[in-house]
């Protein structure tokens, strides 16, 4: 624990470093650092793993309590995405504090009320953060001044607590300066046919035409129309989709259906548990021709230039075998065998694994970057932006290029705003079958509600929640409250764009009409009258 801290000085703050992978720590800190040769093996005595973090102060020193905070299992439970999001939120704190002089284990209370009216409510801060971000950040200090309050630790808690009744009547304890207009969801939805639009100006470069822009070269396009197409129809999270491997998309077959069925694995979802899903034929078939394309190409150009045999880390699959639990088996580098249930494999380990091909090993990870080696989840975020700005710039009118934040002509779609898209699309779709193609009448509709459960249920299992509230409420409760019904009823009276169930593209773009946060643009590029939200 640091005990002098430095006053004055301009432009410091708290930084936080990541312990690497084992084949990296032990192969590059031996040349940096002389002396340091056996570093991998102190850290390894100390209890130092890959993946942990390290806090440095703004005068280049190593605090030893937030290191034995970042080695707790408390911490080590987070997942990878919670980890970072809370090492990032703590080092922020910490610069604050050390602004004012003070190590973070002499916090008090009113530190963090001020830190607050900073980080939200000071006019001088040009990037106030929302409520729901603070109580993100709250939540890392709570967690961080919990463990540290214990014995034999014993850090004075800043962080003041309330008790609350929670959602299924139990009593919890929460921080008491959570955010009271703190948002629970930030949706974000695209019709249909603004997804054909977004995916055909923002990653195949088309024009306002609908035709290629001359000299467009599309990096990976194949790789990333595959991706999103996939996430459109399938709801999978970013993380999910993103850390497939190849034997784990379903393969079409002669006959089959409009939609097929696989499974994603437990590690890599949200809760943990293994669930169901269901991708549309078309975006199987974007996978299928990009891993014959571009992905195979990468693959024999990373073979030719020998690049995987330079990997430091590589786990050369020899088996996966079948039934209610399938296991990995493989055999990593210094010849060591190892197997683990497909299940439990979190997705850095997934980026390890390889299978002997014609060539040469070749990564089981689906998706690959141009030197065909396993693309980050993370890294997709940089995708979605660059086809965003593409949009804008090329469907926004020069003179709407303004500041009227109230009419936007041109979509704008995150990873995250596939999956809500896809919910949207399923509960609107799951109605038109009840009420129109099926012909049920009120009675029939409750009787097969009683039977099978409702959209919303059905819904709710297509996206793996763990209950129906949180799909109502966090996902689908802007158009909660319309008359799909009667919307169905009239779905004639508009013109409709080539789109999946291109009968529905009439009621898209009234419930865009009629709620808030929903994007639709037709077929000639241009916004519904009343603005594209």
Known sequence: MLKLIRRGGTNVEWRVFWVPRDAVRGGVQGRLLEGWDDLGGREDTVGVRAGDPIFLSPDYRVDSLLSLYGQSNKF?????????????????????????????????????????HWRRFAQANPRRVGGAKWDRELAAFASLYKWAAKPPHLVPNPVAMKQVMGRNGEVVTVPDQKAANARTSNVHWLTPRTWVRWVDVGLRGHTREGVPEAGWVGRLEDRNVAFVRMLVSSGLRRLEGASLLTFEVPARHVGGGRYYRGKVAAQVTRAKKQ?????????????ETYVASSRAWAVRKAQKADRYDRLGEMRLVTKVTRGLKPKVR??????????????ELTWQERMLLFTEGPRGPEPLWLWLNEQGL????????????????????????????????????????????????FALYMLVVLNYLMDQRFGLSPEERRDFRLLYGDPWFMVQNLLGHASRETTVKHYLAPVADLQLRSMLATAGDDDVAEAPMPELDAVFARVARESEGIQDIDARMQPPVSGAA
Not at 275 to 287: E, H, I, K, N, P
């Open 275 to 287: 669930r169901t899903f269901y991708v549309a034929s078309d975006a199987v078939g974007d996978v």
């Open 76 to 116: 080590r439970r987070y997942t990878t995405e919670t980890r970072r999001n809370y090492a990032t939120d703590i080092a922020l704190l910490l610069t604050f504090l050390w602004s004012r002089g003070k190590a973070w284990t002499e916090a008090q209370p009113r530190d963090l009320e001020d830190y607050e």
């Open 330 to 343: 493989w055999c990593d580098r210094n010849g060591v065998l190892g197997e683990e249930e497909l299940n």
């Open 374 to 421: 396993p693309f980050h989840p993370h890294s997709w975020e940089a995708v979605f932006r660059t086809a965003n700005q593409r949009c804008e710039r090329i469907l926004t009118p020069p003179k709407h290029l303004g500041m009227d934040p109230h009419k936007v002509y041109a979509p704008y779609a995150t990873p995250h705003s596939a999956r809500n898209s």
